[in-house]
Nanobody, 124 residues
Framework: QVQLVESGGGLVQAGGSLRLSCAASGRSFSSYAMGWFRQAPGKEREFVSAINWSGAMTYYADSVKGRFTISRDNAKNTVYLRMNSLKPEDTAVYYC?????????????????WGQGTQVTVSS
């Protein structure tokens, strides 16, 4: 059984920064890709960023490219999402996810396990 626990969300003013963390347990974290998705009220869950098993390959949605940075620490079984220059449209619940593959994916259907989510609210 895989467990993913997100933390680091909160309320921040536009232009501010947050760092989300996702702690994984239950299987060999370092072998598998990790990702972040988000879901705003009334909208579908959408891809934000993903990272392959080694951290060498990263992917970003166009809407966050240049502002967000994904990274991982395999020794700590943790993946991070550093979010800078936050905008009100970044407001959403952010979900950590993993898949049974070392390759990162960008679509929701490619992922197998999900965390409970952490709320990020950006005020204008």
């Amino acid at each position: 059984q895989v467990q993913l626990v997100e933390s680091g969300g909160g309320l921040v003013q536009a232009g501010g920064s947050l760092r989300l963390s996702c702690a994984a347990s239950g299987r060999s974290f370092s072998s598998y890709a990790m990702g972040w998705f988000r879901q705003a009220p009334g909208k579908e869950r959408e891809f934000v960023s993903a990272i392959n098993w080694s951290g060498a390959m990263t992917y970003y949605a166009d809407s966050v490219k240049g502002r967000f940075t994904i990274s991982r620490d395999n020794a700590k079984n943790t993946v991070y999402l550093r979010m800078n220059s936050l905008k009100p449209e970044d407001t959403a619940v952010y979900y950590c996810t993993t898949r049974l593959s070392g390759r990162a994916g960008t679509s929701l259907e490619e992922y197998d396990y999900w965390g409970q989510g952490t709320q990020v609210t950006v005020s204008s």
